[in-house]
Nanobody
Framework: QVQLVESGGGLVQPGGSLRLSCAAS????????VGWFRQVPGKEREAMSC????????FYLDVGKGRFTISRDNAKNTVYLQMNSLKPEDTATYYC???????????????????WGQGTQVTVSS
């Protein structure tokens, strides 16, 4: 069964850090591009970043640049999102998703990603 499972979310104070994990099962993660998204209730899901199979990364939103880093460990079949200097506005449910391609979609539209995890909640609050 093809599955993605996110973990690592939680409550963190402003300025703190979290590392989210996206563990894949049922397929080899290294052969697909994988993205991280986030969603706040009442708003559309927005693409944060994506990593290609050759381990290049792109950012779809400027908010994560310089603070967030996407990476992959193909041996562990896992993609990570390291989030530093977290702000209250980073509070959201974070999702990982797989494309059917090796490269990342240029637009970051959720419809460009076919397999999704269930999400992990990140709350940034003092």
């Amino acid at each position: 069964q093809v599955q993605l499972v996110e973990s690592g979310g939680g409550l963190v104070q402003p300025g703190g850090s979290l590392r989210l994990s996206c563990a894949a099962s049922g397929f080899t993660l290294g052969t697909y591009a994988v993205g991280w998204f986030r969603q706040v209730p009442g708003k559309e899901r927005e693409a944060m970043s994506c990593t290609t199979t050759w381990d290049n990364s792109i950012f779809y939103l400027d908010v994560g640049k310089g603070r967030f880093t996407i990476s992959r460990d193909n041996a562990k079949n896992t993609v990570y999102l390291q989030m530093n200097s977290l702000k209250p506005e980073d509070t959201a449910t974070y999702y990982c998703a797989r494309t059917e391609t090796k490269g990342c979609p240029g637009s970051g539209q959720p419809s460009s990603f076919q397999t999704w995890g269930q999400g992990t909640q990140v709350t940034v609050s003092s």
